[in-house]
């Protein structure tokens, strides 16, 4: 089984900073993406901060010079920093887990997301 946990959301203040991450642990064989969705209430998910695990990250529009996300590949983490956040950054972020549990079987896990409120 592969488990994918994110932690480190909460209320912030607008203008405040955030650090989530995102760790995939179980069986693992190796480790293809982990990227970083968000939905907002009453919206679709969308694609925040996405390949990561490659060392080049294209991020949404709407983040751009605010987020930045980072990898830890021997420890299966990706990270998010979230700086000057705003209220219409208030939604529940997951990461999105691409891998392979040996070598010819691959799939996507996701985690179940961790809460980010933006509010004064």
């Known amino acids: 089984q592969v488990q994918v946990v994110e932690s480190g959301g909460g209320l912030v203040q607008p203008g405040g900073s955030l650090r989530l991450s995102c760790v995939a642990s179980?069986?693992?064989?190796?480790?293809?993406?982990m990227d970083w969705y968000r939905q907002a209430p009453g919206k679709q998910r969308e694609p925040v901060a996405v390949?990561?695990?490659?060392?080049?990250?294209d991020y949404a529009d709407s983040v751009k010079g605010r987020f930045m996300a980072s990898r830890d590949n021997a420890k299966n983490t990706v990270y998010l920093q979230m700086n000057n956040l705003k209220p219409e950054d208030t939604a529940v972020y997951y990461c999105?887990?691409?891998?392979?549990?040996?070598?010819?079987?691959?799939?996507?896990?996701w985690g179940r997301g961790t809460q980010v409120t933006v509010s004064s």
């Open positions: 999105n887990v691409r891998l392979y549990t040996d070598s010819t079987n691959w799939g996507y896990y």
């Open positions: 390949g990561t695990h490659f060392g080049n990250t």
């Open positions: 179980g069986n693992i064989f190796s480790i293809a993406a």
